[in-house]
Nanobody, 122 residues
Framework: VQLQASGGGVVQTGDSLRLSCLAAGRPFSDYAMGWFRQVPGKEREFVAAISWTGDVTYYGDSLEGRLTVSRDNAKNTLYLQMNSLKPEDTAVYYC????????????????WGQGTQVTVSS
């Protein structure tokens, strides 16, 4: 499956942003999906994950309460709604896909999008 993330940009502290990840090539509903983020010099950090049905979700500790992950299997699209953004949320955000169960660790994911840059200014 090919993944293309979009929706990043430069926003101010407290703003909201919605990221999208469009999947192509294989049935989207076959995959559990995840969002991760990375800043230079640091490991990729888990942000959120959602089961293939959309009824099970997980969130990273540093962002929980400010995020909503969702998916539209009819549109082959994964979403990440981020609210109350902070400068420390600045990173490249990646979407990822895996078969079977949802996971919160990067190494379990088989397919990755190219990433979309989110920059939060103070």
């Amino acid at each position: 499956v090919q993944l293309q993330a979009s929706g990043g940009g430069v926003v101010q502290t407290g703003d909201s942003l919605r990221l999208s990840c469009l999947a192509a090539g294989r049935p989207f509903s076959d995959y559990a999906m995840g969002w991760f983020r990375q800043v230079p010099g640091k490991e990729r950090e888990f942000v959120a994950a959602i089961s293939w049905t959309g009824d099970v979700t997980y969130y990273g500790d540093s962002l929980e309460g400010r995020l909503t992950v969702s998916r539209d299997n009819a549109k082959n699209t994964l979403y990440l709604q981020m609210n109350s953004l902070k400068p420390e949320d600045t990173a490249v955000y990646y979407c990822a896909a895996k078969k079977m169960k949802t996971a919160i660790v990067a190494w379990e994911y088989d397919y990755w999008g190219q990433g979309t840059q989110v920059t939060v200014s103070s």
